[in-house]
Structures are given as structure tokens and as C-alpha cells.
């Protein structure tokens, strides 16, 4: 019985998937093909058979790109006149059509070309399992994240099979996990490793779903083993949540010796108004896990001593600029509105009282674009790039590019190149594009790039031909 349930069941799924996809072919003729090609492979828009999509891969993006459009290239809206169903049927065609072809995604590029230089790409790590972040012990020693919970180590340009030992148990679900990895500033002094991760609490809650929030540890590493390690961050417990998303987070340090961290708003929004709440904020200890006695909030009655600014959506790429020593962030907006800010003491960024985005089926959220206790980004980005990994190259390598910003783009998969001036960005360039969903891109000791992909699962070194 259970069988012929099973079997029945597969055969309505399949005859639903042909109706839609019918359907879909029907309406991709009439609303998309002018542009995209009656046979899919492209006209005055892209193919959508060759394995390659420039804003976003994923059915979720891609309806979202169908429904609301991408109007700076000329791609109208179809909300008012396609349903959902329909977008969703045009979407089945497509996959349908791709499994037809055979698309598949083009291998990582040997070489790439900006305005400034021709680049070499090297696969310098692979088969890893969404890794997240990078950073160096050395010159020739890696730690990278796997966000499941391992953290790997490359040494001598070879992905060692064992995980460091002992490393803190995670929660890995939604988008928690095992996120940043920083290596002290002192490193060779100290020995120091910092990781952030999302913290499950297993005792003294109610209900099913035990509630979590992101915890920033140090300790060594010795003998391929996680050692002397102290919670420098751990928030009041009766402030996690049940959410799985938005918990940031990213670890950097100043040349003062403060360890800068953001915690998302955790899928609460208006508490990243609420300074008496660890998420939606950016903080600051230092790299003991004390607390400076000039962080803006530390004399408030009931802040969270750690505070350094408030109204932050979901941080995911900080920076510290190398001469000026200020911090830089990149921050995701909702359906549109991603938003690059510097940070300052006490300063609140508006989320979510004002935003340059809406909610992802579209419903406003607030009106309201500015404040006059509000600040306003340094840039925003409209559509949504899904902002990942930042940092101002630092090397050598690349000399035409010193203290510009490298930004990641999980959605777009890209890296851009910012010029900034003051507070203004006068200057943007795409330097990598559809190699994968950029997660983290960092200056390496010897001057290259490197940037850590999901999709597939590698880390690629990018150095000047």
C-alpha cells in the first residue's frame, strides 16, 4: 500500500511539474522570448540555457528578478501582469529546458581581465563544504570555515584532510553555523585565533526549538587541536532567539587594539532600535573580551556595554581601513537596499525604521527613507547584490589597487572594486563575475586575492598576470 501511495504520489508531482512547465512555455513565448529567444539561447537579453546567470541562480532570485524586474538594465516588472503561478511556470520551463540542453555552470576561469590588470586565477582550495571565511596564520598557513562546524587548514598551498580538533559545537541550521575566522594582530606574540559561530543554548528553555545566538570565542591551535579557548562575548541568554537567520558576523580589528563584531537582527527587525538587545548592532571589546570604557552606551542604564552602533540589518563583510583606521561595513538590505556604511560611535543606522528596500514579496516596510538621528549608507545598492566578505586591499600585487575596497556579492556572484574619497565612492568596478557565490574575499600576506566561493566549494587566489 505504502508503495503504490509513494508511486502515485510521484506520478501527480511529475504530471504537475509537465502542466507547469506547458504552461510556462506558453507564457515564456509570450512575455519573455522577444528579449531572451524563442529557443531560450538569447537575443537582446541573455541565454537562459547556458549554465550562466548573472543575478542569481536560485529559483528564489529568479522570481524575484521576473516579478520586480531589473529596471537599470532594462528588464521590465512583471507584477502587475503575471501571478505568482505563472512566474513559477516560466520557471519550470527554463529548468526544464536547461535539463534538455544539458546546461551546466562553465568551470572556474584560468584568467580574468580588468581595466587595470590581466589576472591569473589559481584553485587554492577545494571540495569544502560552504566555507565561509579565510584568514592567515602566515605566510604559508590558512585557516578557512567550513560553516557545518570545521575549521580546515592550508598549508604550504595543500587543504590538510583532518579539521582542527575540539574546534566549539555549532548549531548548523539556516544560516547558522561555524562563520568567522581572524587570526590576532599579534599572532606570532600571542598565538591567538578568534571564531564566531552561532550559539545554541540545550538547557533552561520552553518549547521544541532551542534558541541561539552568535558567540565570539578565541583559543590556539596545537598539535591540530582547539586549546586554551575563552568566551570573550556570549549574550544574556534570555535574548536568543528561535530564528535560524541573520547572525551576522564578521571579526576585525583595529590599530588600536579593539575587536569589532556585528550580530544580524536574527529576523527582528525593530529591535536592532533596542539598545537593552545584542542583535541588529555593531560592538566592541577588546581582544580579552573586556569592555572599552568609551563605548558610546557603557554609562546608558540597561544598554549592552558592548554596543558601538545600532540599526544594522545583517553585517556580513567589515573592514578596517589600513590608514585611517576606520571601520567599513557591508550590510544586507531586504528586496533591495544592500547598503556599504562607515561606522561610527553611537551612531544608528536606521534599520528598520528607514531602509532603501522592501519586503521580499514586495510589501513596503516603512516609507521612510531618512531620519535626522538616522545616517544615510555611503552606497546603496538597488537591486540587492547580497553583500558578503569585504576588505581594503593591502598588498603589493595589485599597487594600482591599494586601500580600495573589495566587496563580495553572494547573489550577483561577484567581487567589486570601490574607489573612495572621503565618504564618497567615486569609483565601481566588477572584478570577478559567475565563478560562484562570493562569501569571502580577503588580502592575502603575500599580496594576492583571495576569494572564497560557495557553489561550488572553493577558495581561488587571484594574482596579476
Not at 541561539?212 to 583559543?219: P, Q
Not at 544592500?338 to 528607514?354: A, F, M, P, V
Not at 599597487?399 to 574607489?419: C, D, F, H, I, P
Request: with cysteine; net charge negative; glycine share 10%.
Amino acid at each position: 500500500m505504502k508503495t503504490t501511495f509513494a508511486l502515485c504520489t510521484i506520478l501527480i508531482l511529475s504530471l504537475s511539474l509537465t502542466v507547469n512547465a506547458q504552461d510556462g512555455a506558453l507564457l515564456y513565448g509570450q512575455n519573455c522570448a522577444s528579449c531572451h529567444g524563442a529557443n531560450l539561447g538569447g537575443g537582446n537579453a541573455t541565454s537562459l540555457v547556458d549554465g550562466i546567470w548573472q543575478f542569481g541562480a536560485e529559483n528564489g532570485y529568479v522570481f524575484r528578478n521576473i516579478k520586480f524586474g531589473i529596471p537599470h538594465l532594462g528588464m521590465p516588472s512583471y507584477e502587475a501582469t503575471l501571478s505568482d503561478g505563472d512566474i513559477n511556470a516560466i520557471i519550470s520551463y527554463i529548468r526544464e529546458s536547461e535539463n534538455k540542453v544539458g546546461a551546466k555552470k562553465p568551470p572556474i576561469a584560468k584568467e580574468m581581465e580588468t581595466i587595470d590588470y590581466k589576472m591569473d586565477v589559481e584553485i587554492f582550495a577545494e571540495g569544502l563544504e560552504v566555507p565561509w571565511a579565510i584568514d592567515f596564520m602566515d605566510r604559508n598557513t590558512a585557516l578557512i570555515t567550513e560553516r557545518p562546524g570545521r575549521l580546515r587548514i592550508v598549508k604550504n598551498g595543500i587543504l590538510l584532510d583532518e579539521p582542527v580538533k575540539n574546534t566549539p559545537e555549532v548549531l548548523n541550521q539556516g544560516q547558522g553555523g561555524l562563520m568567522d575566522v581572524a587570526v590576532d594582530s599579534d599572532f606570532k606574540e600571542n598565538g591567538w585565533v578568534y571564531l564566531a559561530y552561532s550559539h545554541v543554548l540545550t538547557s533552561g528553555y520552553d518549547g521544541n526549538r532551542p534558541p541561539a545566538m552568535t558567540r565570539i570565542v578565541r583559543g590556539k591551535i596545537e598539535n591540530n587541536s582547539w586549546t586554551s579557548e575563552e568566551v570573550l562575548f556570549e549574550a544574556p541568554h534570555d535574548t536568543y532567539r528561535t530564528t535560524r537567520h541573520h547572525y551576522g558576523c564578521r571579526i576585525v580589528f583595529d590599530p588600536q587594539g579593539h575587536l569589532f563584531f556585528a550580530i544580524g537582527d536574527r529576523g527582528a527587525g525593530y529591535q536592532a532600535q533596542d539598545f537593552t538587545l545584542p542583535n541588529g548592532k555593531v560592538h566592541r571589546i577588546y581582544k580579552d573580551g573586556s569592555i572599552p570604557e568609551d563605548n558610546p552606551f557603557v554609562n546608558e542604564e540597561g544598554a549592552m556595554k558592548s554596543l558601538f552602533s545600532l540599526g544594522n540589518r545583517n553585517i556580513q563583510g567589515m573592514a578596517i581601513h589600513p590608514e585611517t583606521g576606520e571601520l567599513w561595513t557591508t550590510e544586507h538590505g531586504p528586496l533591495g537596499g544592500d547598503e556599504l556604511n562607515r561606522i561610527e560611535s553611537g551612531k544608528n543606522y536606521g534599520w528598520e525604521t528607514i531602509t532603501y528596500g522592501k519586503n521580499y514579496n514586495g510589501t513596503i516596510i516603512t516609507e521612510e527613507t531618512h531620519r535626522p538621528d538616522m545616517e544615510q549608507p555611503n552606497l546603496y545598492w538597488r537591486p540587492s547584490i547580497a553583500v558578503c566578505g569585504l576588505d581594503f586591499y593591502r598588498g603589493d600585487l595589485f599597487s594600482k589597487w591599494k586601500n580600495k575596497l573589495l566587496v563580495g556579492a553572494l547573489k550577483y556572484e561577484e567581487v567589486r572594486l570601490l574607489q573612495i574619497e572621503g565618504d564618497n565612492v567615486i569609483h565601481e568596478e566588477v572584478i570577478v563575475k559567475n565563478q560562484g557565490r562570493v562569501r569571502d574575499v580577503s588580502t592575502g600576506p603575500e599580496g594576492a586575492i583571495y576569494v572564497v566561493l560557495n557553489n561550488p566549494g572553493t577558495v581561488i587566489k587571484l594574482t596579476p598576470q
